[in-house]
């Protein structure tokens, strides 16, 4: 009986002892060289913050550098008052809105951007990178005049699908480098298996997707949240308004209302706060995939 001997295992040269003593060259940084710029930094960061919380939350003509005492008769004005409700509901809805389009679309011209080869292919990916160099300005006049012809001016419809137009290319290439990063082996292997083409990438490729479909949407949504110009010229019924407009409403040539524009600007800040703060981990992780090339 013939048994197979394992070949002992070759030996290496044990590595040269590192010098003791010996440290590195950020290491013999003093500490307050290092932490006096970021305390600078993170001063000139919170000042403006503290800013408006101080307008936001004094009374109204005080004059302290302390926000006492403390009062929210700012907040409860610009939300009855000034109508921030229906303002709030707008851009919530707009902007989930756009959420969902620029993904669904994005998803679709991302996979076939990133498995599929058709002529022209480098001149589109061109025009798409090409796009992001044009301003939302220029846009402005032709939609305008597609939208009266579809008689959807003064309609929430006009302002997400503007919006969703002006997010789609970005969108797209950042969803077929999140694409190219997944073997196609993988969709392979359900074919094999028996699965079609969309049921592969439902269950395969779709699950891998998840923090850069997070990314794209995130950013998607702020925009939608923030964007001014659209909701300026395509809506003029004040209560289809959305917050951007609104907090412009606040601004006079005459006066402006501090602590109102403050406490708007507030209310306008925090969902987008919120937001990001639970989807950190995933933005990071989507942004990591899509930096290493497939």
């Not at 070759?10 to 970021?38: F, N």
């Not at 679709?108 to 990916?125: E, I, N, S, V």
Request: a positive charge; one cysteine or more.
């Amino acid at each position: 009986m013939i048994t197979e001997i394992a070949p002992a295992p070759e030996r290496t040269a044990p590595e040269p002892a590192r010098p003791r003593g010996r440290r590195r060259a950020w290491d013999e940084v003093p500490r307050w060289q290092i932490y006096l710029p970021l305390g600078i930094y993170l001063l000139f960061t919170l000042i403006p913050f503290y800013w408006i919380l101080l307008f936001a939350l004094r009374p109204a003509g005080s004059t302290s550098l302390v926000p006492w005492p403390m009062t929210f008769d700012h907040f409860q004005k610009v939300w009855t008052e000034r109508s921030f409700g229906t303002y709030f509901t707008n851009s919530v809805y707009v902007g989930l809105a756009t959420l969902v389009l620029t993904t669904v679309v994005a998803l679709a011209g991302g996979y076939a951007l990133a498995r599929f080869d058709f002529r022209l292919k480098r001149g589109f990916m061109l025009a798409l990178l090409c796009s992001q160099f044009v301003p939302g300005a220029l846009l402005l006049v032709p939609l305008f005049q597609i939208f009266a012809k579809l008689s959807m001016i003064n309609s929430l419809g006009s302002v997400i699908i503007a919006e969703t137009v002006f997010q789609l290319p970005l969108s797209m290439i950042l969803i077929s480098g999140f694409i190219r990063n997944v073997p196609y082996s993988l969709e392979e292997a359900a074919w094999v298996d028996g699965c079609n083409r969309m049921t592969a990438f439902r269950i395969v490729v779709l699950p891998l997707l998840r923090p850069g479909l997070i990314a794209v949407g995130s950013f998607a949504f702020v925009h939608a949240w923030n964007h001014f110009l659209f909701a300026l010229m395509f809506l003029s019924d004040q209560s289809k308004q959305t917050i951007p407009v609104g907090l412009n409403t606040l601004m006079s040539a005459d006066s402006v209302d501090l602590g109102a524009l403050a406490a708007g600007g507030i209310i306008a800040a925090v969902p987008v706060v919120i937001v990001f703060a639970f989807i950190q981990k995933w933005l990071i992780t989507g942004f990591s995939a899509g930096a290493v090339k497939g």
